[in-house]
C-alpha cells in the first residue's frame, strides 16, 4: 500500500543525536537511536502538516536568519503547543534542523519532501486576497499580520496581496466587483464584523456568477468555492472560535496554509422578498436584540460596553410578543439535546455533505448546485406564539471564550441546520439562572420555560395589530438626537462611517448610525429602562444578527447547508490530535505525532 512506501529514509542527526529518518506518503518521522542502536521515542508529523523544508539552518523567528551550510535542512511542521482558553488546540511554527551525512542525500530529502507536499497536500493556497481592519478589535491587525502571519505566508510559498480598508464594506465591495482570478481564498484580519464582510462579498459574488438571485427567500444558493480565512483580530472573534477552537493568528494562519477546508452552514435572513443579511452564529431577538442596541450607545466603554449592556437589559427584564413558525429537520439525524460535540472530522457534518450534495463526486463537491434540496420535501412546518424574553437561532455552538460551550452545545457547523431556542418570559431568577448556565457546563435547555428545535427555517411574526415598522421606528428615534451624535462623532473621529442605500447596505446604515451614538454620560437612559426601572417598556424588539442590528422586525430565516467553506478544520479534540501515530503498521504504536 502506497501509505507504506518510502520516499527516502536515512540516518539524519540532529544536534550531536543520531535518528532514523524516514519520509513516507503520509509521515515523516524520526526516531532517536542510542549507541547500541536500540530506538528510543518517535516523532511523526504529518505530510499534510509540513508547512515547508528549507536548505541550511533556518529560523523566521523573530526575525528570518539563515545559515546556508551544505549539509542541513530544517523541517517546519505544525507543532501543537497546547490547549487555548478554549476548547480548541492552539498551533504553533515547529522547527527541526536535521544534518545528513552529505550534501546529496540533504538534496534528496528536500526534493522528497517538496514533492511529497506537492502530491499530498494539493488543496494549499498559493494566491491570497488579505483584507486588514486597521481600526478592529485593539487595532493591531497591521501589525498581527506583519510580524506573524505574512513570514508564514512567505515560509510556505503563498503570495499574498494586502489590502488595508479605509472604510467599511470596502472589503465586501472589493470581492463583488473586482477580478479575483488567480487568488485561492479571501482572508480577513479582524473581528466577526469584518468576516461578515468577506461571507457577503463571497456568497453574492458566487451567486452573480451563477445567475442567482438572493432575493427569494426560499431560493437555492450556489455554494461558494472561494475559501475565507480569518485572522482573529477584532473585539469580538465568535466565528474563529466556534470554528478553530481558539482566537489565536498563528494557529489561524497554519490552518489557511496547509489548506484546512471546513463547510459552515448559512442561515439567510429575508424580510419579505428581500434579501436583508447572511448569518453563520446568531439571529437573536428579545434579550440579544436589546443587549446589542444598548451597547452600540456605550462604544466608548470598549468591549466592557457588551457586560455592561447585559445588566442593564437583565435589570430591565423585558419581554416580549410574537409568533415562530420553524420547519422541523430530520430529528432522526441529530438533536440539540443529544449532547454530542460537533468536533473536528464531526461524523454528523461528513454524512450531511452527502446528503446535502448526493450528486456531486467528490473531485467536485458542488458540481450539483441544485441537488441540496431535491430530494427533501418541505417537512412539517409548527408554530408557537406567546411572551418571549429572547428568541435564538445559531447555525453553530457559538461558543466564545466567555460562553465555552455555547448558546447551543450540541448544535453543527455543516449539517444544512440550525438550532431555535425558544425562552418563554419567566422571572427574573429563572432568566438568570438560563444567562448563568452558558458560563457552566449545566445544560441550560433543562428548565421549564425552554424549549430548543433543530431547525431549516424560522419565520416571525408579531402579533396582529403590533406594528411591523416598530425596528425602524426605535432607528428614527435614536436619530432625532443629532446634536448628541455629532459629538460622538467627533469623538471618534476615526471611525468613518459610510451610509449605503442598496438592499444589504442598508444594515450598515443601521449599525453606523449606531456606532455614531457613543456620547458617555449624555444619553436619556429611561427610554430604554423598563420592567424594574421604568415605566414604559417597548413593545417591539430588534433582531441581533450576528452583531447587526436589523431593519425589520418580522423576518424569515432559512440554512443553506455548507453555503461557504472556511480555512478551518472545526475545534480538535485534543486527545485525537496530539494522541499516537494513526499509520500503526510503520510504528507499532511507538509514535507521537509531533512534539509538545
Ligand atoms: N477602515 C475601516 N474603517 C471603519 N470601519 C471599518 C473599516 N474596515 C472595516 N470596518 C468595519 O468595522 C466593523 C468592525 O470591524 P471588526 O469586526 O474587524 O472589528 P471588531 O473590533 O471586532 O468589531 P466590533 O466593533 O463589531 O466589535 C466591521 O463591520 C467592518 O465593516
Redesign the pocket.
Known amino acids: 500500500m502506497e501509505i507504506n512506501t518510502l520516499k527516502v529514509e536515512s540516518s539524519l542527526w540532529i544536534g550531536n543525536k543520531r535518528y532514523r529518518a524516514a519520509l513516507s506518503a503520509w509521515y515523516f518521522s524520526w526516531t532517536e537511536l542510542d549507541k547500541k542502536n536500540r530506538e528510543k521515542k518517535t516523532v511523526s508529523v504529518r505530510v499534510s502538516e509540513v508547512i515547508g523544508v528549507e536548505d541550511g539552518r533556518v529560523e523566521i523567528q523573530p526575525q528570518k536568519k539563515v545559515e546556508d551550510t551544505d549539509r542541513d535542512f530544517t523541517l517546519f511542521y505544525v507543532k501543537r503547543s497546547g490547549r487555548g482558553s478554549g476548547q480548541g488546540v492552539l498551533w504553533s511554527l515547529g522547527r527541526t534542523q536535521f544534518s545528513c551525512p552529505s550534501r546529496d542525500l540533504r538534496d534528496q530529502w528536500v526534493t522528497q519532501v517538496r514533492t511529497a507536499l506537492k502530491t499530498h497536500s494539493p488543496a494549499r493556497p498559493h494566491r491570497l486576497l488579505v483584507f486588514i481592519?486597521?481600526?478592529?478589535?485593539k487595532r493591531r491587525?497591521k501589525q498581527i499580520f506583519h510580524s506573524l502571519v505574512a513570514p508564514l505566508f512567505e515560509l510556505a510559498g503563498i503570495s499574498s496581496h494586502v489590502v488595508v480598508?479605509?472604510?467599511?464594506?470596502?472589503?465586501r465591495d472589493h470581492i463583488l466587483k473586482k477580478d479575483l482570478t488567480g487568488f485561492d481564498g479571501v482572508v480577513?484580519v479582524?473581528?466577526?464584523?469584518?468576516?461578515?464582510?468577506l461571507l457577503h462579498g463571497v456568497i453574492g459574488r458566487t451567486q452573480q456568477e451563477a445567475g442567482l438571485s438572493e432575493h427569494d427567500p426560499s431560493g437555492v444558493l450556489q455554494p461558494c468555492d472561494l475559501h475565507i480565512g480569518i485572522i482573529p483580530?477584532?473585539?469580538?472573534?465568535c466565528v474563529c472560535f466556534a470554528t478553530v477552537g481558539v482566537n489565536d493568528p498563528v494557529t489561524s494562519a497554519l490552518h489557511i496554509i496547509i489548506g484546512d477546508s471546513q463547510p459552515l452552514d448559512v442561515c439567510a435572513v429575508h424580510h419579505q422578498s428581500s434579501l436583508v443579511r447572511y448569518s453563520v452564529s446568531l439571529v437573536g431577538y428579545g434579550f440579544y436584540g436589546d443587549v446589542l442596541a444598548e451597547s452600540e450607545r456605550h462604544?466608548w466603554m470598549g468591549?466592557l460596553r457588551y457586560d455592561y449592556s447585559g445588566c442593564m437589559m437583565y435589570l430591565c427584564n423585558r419581554s416580549y410578543q410574537g409568533t415562530v413558525q420553524f420547519l422541523l429537520a430530520d430529528p432522526g439525524l441529530s438533536s440539540p439535546r443529544d449532547k454530542t460535540r460537533c468536533l473536528s472530522g464531526c461524523r454528523v457534518c461528513s454524512e450531511s455533505t452527502e446528503r446535502l450534495f448526493p450528486l456531486s463526486d467528490s473531485c467536485s463537491l458542488y458540481s450539483d448546485k441544485l441537488s441540496q434540496y431535491s430530494d427533501q420535501s418541505e417537512g412539517e412546518w409548527m408554530s408557537v406564539s406567546g411572551r418571549f424574553k429572547c428568541i435564538s437561532l445559531t447555525c453553530m455552538s457559538s461558543s466564545c471564550p466567555k460562553s465555552p460551550l455555547g448558546l447551543s452545545p450540541s448544535a453543527h457547523l455543516a449539517d444544512g441546520t440550525g438550532d431555535l431556542i425558544l425562552v418563554r418570559d419567566t422571572n427574573a431568577l429563572g432568566f438568570l439562572t438560563y444567562l448563568h448556565r452558558h458560563t457552566t457546563s449545566q445544560d441550560q435547555f433543562d428548565l421549564p420555560f425552554v424549549e430548543v428545535h433543530r431547525v431549516k427555517a424560522v419565520k416571525f411574526t408579531l402579533p396582529p395589530g403590533e406594528d411591523s415598522g416598530e425596528a425602524e421606528k426605535y432607528e428614527r428615534s435614536e436619530q432625532n438626537t443629532e446634536e448628541e451624535e455629532e459629538e460622538a462623532v467627533m469623538e471618534h473621529p476615526d471611525?468613518?462611517c459610510v451610509h449605503e442605500s442598496s438592499k444589504s447596505g442598508s444594515l450598515?446604515h443601521l449599525?453606523c448610525t449606531a456606532k455614531e451614538r457613543g456620547a458617555p454620560g449624555k444619553r436619556k437612559t429611561s427610554d430604554f429602562l423598563c420592567g424594574l426601572c421604568c415605566s414604559k417598556p417597548p413593545a417591539v424588539s430588534v433582531w441581533n444578527c450576528d452583531?447587526e442590528i436589523l431593519p425589520h422586525t418580522e423576518i424569515s430565516c432559512r440554512v443553506h447547508g455548507q453555503l461557504v467553506r472556511l480555512y478551518a478544520r472545526g475545534i480538535e479534540d485534543e486527545a485525537r490530535a496530539v494522541g499516537l501515530c494513526e499509520d500503526s503498521r510503520d510504528c507499532k504504536g511507538k509514535c507521537v505525532l509531533h512534539s509538545r
Open positions: 481592519n486597521p481600526f478592529g478589535g491587525g480598508t479605509e472604510r467599511a464594506n470596502q472589503a480577513c479582524g473581528g466577526d464584523g469584518m468576516f461578515s464582510e483580530a477584532g473585539s469580538t472573534d462604544r468591549p471611525k468613518p450598515q449599525a452583531g
